[in-house]
C-alpha cells in the first residue's frame, strides 16, 4: 500500500490530498499511479499496471506504523517516503531536524542489507533508527539481522493494521542465539532525543547499549534500571566445578 506519489510537477503528494481520476508518478519506478480508498479502506495510490514495485508491496500494518511515527514526532517535522538519490534510497520516515531515519522492518532482512543501509545513510549524515516488528522479530531466537543491529539503535513495535499497538524497548541476555531472561516491555516515545551520558549508565548495563548515542523518552536508557544477570549454564557450573575441584587437591597436596 502507498501513501505517496508525485504529481506531474516532481513534487511529492500524500494520498489524502490526492485528486481521483488524475494519473500520478511513483517515486520508486516511475510507473503510472491513482488513487483509491474510502470510508471501509485507507486512502492510497495503486499502480494502473501490474508492478513489483517495492513500494506497492507494503502492507497495511507497515504503512501503519509509518502513519503512527508521523503522528508521534508531529508532521511538520517529517517526511515519509523520502528518496535520497546520492545513495540510491527511499526511507520510511525521515526527521531531517534531528538528521534521523526510521527504518521500519516487518519482514526478513539480510543482516548484509541492515549494514548496507546503516552505512549508506551515514555516508549523507544520517543515523538509522530501526523499528523491528515482533511478529517477526524479538523471538526466542535472534534473527541475523538483530544480531547485526545489537550495537545499533533499534526498538520494538506490535501496531497492528488497525494502528492498534505501542513502540517498546525491551533486552535480554542472549545465550547461543536464543533469549533468556528479559526486562519489561517498555513503551518509548521518540517525540524528544536525548543524548547518553555515559556516567548515567546503570551498574550492569549492557554493552552493546552502550555504543548507542543517543535515547528516547522512556526506553531501557532513560528506566536506568539494574541489569539483569546472565543465566547461569553448564558452561558456568562447569568451571565452578572445575574451581572446587583444584583447589580441593591442592589443600590436599599441600598439607
Known sequence: MQIY??????????SNKAVRGITYLCPECSS?????????????YYHVNKSSCILHGKSLTHLQIQLSLQKMLTPENVQLECRFPPINRIADVVWPSERL???VQISPISPE??????RDYAKIGYRVVWILHDRRYNRSRLTGAEIALRSSPHYFTNINALGRGIFYDQYATVLFKRR?????????HFKKLMPVNPKQFPRHFPAARKAWAFSFSGDLFQKNIAWIPPPK????????LYR?????LLEKTTR
Open 244 to 248: 572446587f575441584a583444584f583447589y580441593f
Open 233 to 240: 549454564t553448564w558452561h558456568h557450573m562447569f568451571l565452578r
Open 32 to 44: 503510472e499511479l491513482r488513487v483509491r480508498g474510502g470510508l471501509a479502506r485507507q486512502v492510497h
Open 5 to 14: 506519489a508525485l504529481d506531474h510537477q516532481s513534487r511529492l503528494v500524500p
Open 113 to 118: 542489507e541492515v549494514k548496507a543501509r546503516n
Open 101 to 103: 531515519v526510521f527504518e
Open 180 to 188: 533468556q531472561k528479559r526486562t519489561s516491555r517498555y513503551p518509548v
